[in-house]
């Protein structure tokens, strides 16, 4: 069937649902199909929404957007989201229609604009300021549309005052217990037999990350901020049970381009459903843009760490992260980071120096996003455990590939996959293992 016909079809029920004259009134009887071009189309769209009928105009734009062309289909979607977001308050399912556009045309820089201002608006922030870059790295913008960038670039903290992110995942994993598959421990009394729960255990998991947060206006460019998560990985042996929740609140400020981030709060954490450690810190995030396409992001933090299982381990914690993003293209970016960690325990055996360096590249190739990601970190502790015939030195390598698949979409979420090898080398033979792992589930895309 032709796309004028197509059009047609959805034309006359959407024209059904207007028109006030019965068919007797009609000089076109109702069974008779009318048929448009799109150019009639999107005149009777705008029509309509200009004229309050959403209903009527969305049933349109949505024919339009089934055009075998891509530039009727972008156009009709661009119009529909910004009718979405503006006149019917539904941004999640604007940023939907955005995304789309930019899976078949990723240098369309002003849809990235308009993306980036929809995720401003549903508290987004970073994935915002990604799409300002990716937008920026097209080099394509015209005068008019730089003004929007610096326009859109100072109202990012104009976010949605309330929101939240789910992610639900099967997750398999060769060691669930980040534990060694050798059968003893050596020690400076002799070889120790480990017990089977000592040793790495595989499992098929529940993988649960969930996230909810208020934003208060405490000014022009002051922001209160309030932040919960929670994060678990559940197991039919219950005794290899991890979850995690967090509280964090503090003030967000706006300067310039600049963000700043100050917050504090409880944590809490279990394992095989009973306490493992409780704490409480604070940390201090600043946001610098460098250019167009380059992102800085500087963080320092503090906690203080009560181990419920081993008082020898309650710790303060200091650390340090230094990171770059950078936007290459519209479509294909990365970024590094090098972090900083001490953890100064209650014994010297358990305090420890952690230095790391971690790196991700994504590329979006039509509507699947790829990210590959890899790390190295060293832990050295202060000193050797009594046990032990040598002081803790671990080297430890993670890489990791996932998707996320777009072109199937339920309410926001969509499917992802991610894949995950892991290597820790160590002196003490305890803490020497390897690991493989994957998650496949659904993550909220917007």
């Known amino acids: 069937m032709e796309a004028a016909a197509v059009l047609g079809v959805a034309l006359a029920l959407a024209v059904a649902s207007t ?18 071009t799109p150019a009639q189309l999107f005149a009777f769209a705008d029509a309509a929404r200009d004229a309050g009928d959403f209903t009527a105009a969305e049933t349109a734009y949505r024919a339009l957007a089934g055009d075998p062309d891509i530039e009727l289909r ?17 941004v999640r399912d604007a940023a939907v229609e955005l995304r789309r556009i930019l899976d078949g045309r990723p240098d369309a820089a002003r849809v990235r604009l308009e993306l980036a201002r929809m995720d401003a608006m549903l508290g ?14 097209t080099g394509q913008l015209p005068p008019d549309v730089e003004r929007a960038v610096r326009f859109y670039a100072a109202a990012l903290a104009a976010a949605k005052p309330l929101g939240g992110s789910l992610e639900l995942a099967l997750a398999p994993d060769s060691n669930i217990n980040r534990a060694t598959r050798a059968d003893t421990l ?3 009394i002799g070889d120790f037999t480990l017990s089977e729960d000592a040793k790495a255990r595989s499992g098929l998991g529940l993988a649960a990350r969930a996230q909810a947060y208020a934003r208060l206006p405490l000014g022009p460019r002051v922001r209160l901020l309030a932040r919960l998560s929670g ?16 509280l964090q609140v503090g003030p967000e400020f706006v300067s310039g381009a600049d963000r700043i981030t100050l917050s504090a709060g409880p944590t809490w954490r279990w394992y095989g459903q009973q306490a493992f450690s409780r704490g409480w810190g604070g940390s201090a995030v600043l946001v610098h ?19 419920q299982r081993n008082d020898l381990q309650d710790a303060t914690v200091y650390a340090a992260a230094l990171g770059l993003d950078r936007a290459f293209s519209a479509s294909f970016g990365g970024g590094v980071q090098l972090r ?3 953890t100064a325990a209650r014994d010297a055996g358990w305090s420890d120096w952690t230095g790391a360096a971690s790196a991700y590249l994504f590329r979006e190739i039509g509507r699947t996003t790829l990210v590959l990601d890899g790390s190295y970190a060293r832990l050295t502790a202060d000193a050797r455990l009594f046990l032990y015939p040598e002081k803790r030195v671990d080297r430890r390598l993670s890489a990791g590939l996932s998707g996320t698949f777009r072109a199937v979409q339920w309410q926001g979420f969509a499917p992802f ?22 998650e496949l589930g659904v993550t909220s895309a917007f």
């Open 19 to 36: 028109q006030d004259a019965s068919p007797a009134d009609s000089p076109v009887p109702a069974s008779t199909p009318v048929q448009l």
């Open 74 to 90: 972008s156009e009709a979607r661009f119009r529909l989201a910004l009718m979405l977001a503006d006149r019917m308050g539904r």
């Open 124 to 137: 987004r922030l970073g994935a915002a300021e990604r799409e300002i870059r990716a937008a920026q790295a």
């Open 186 to 188: 050596g020690t400076i």
């Open 231 to 246: 994060s678990g990985d559940f197991y039919r042996e219950s005794a290899f049970d991890d979850y995690a929740l967090g």
């Open 289 to 307: 843009p460098l250019g167009k396409r380059t992102q800085l992001r500087a963080e320092t933090a503090i906690s203080r760490l009560d181990n």
């Open 340 to 342: 900083a960690s001490r």
């Open 417 to 438: 996959v991610r894949l995950r090898v892991e290597r820790n080398r160590s002196t003490v033979g305890i803490h020497e293992y390897s690991r493989r792992a994957a």
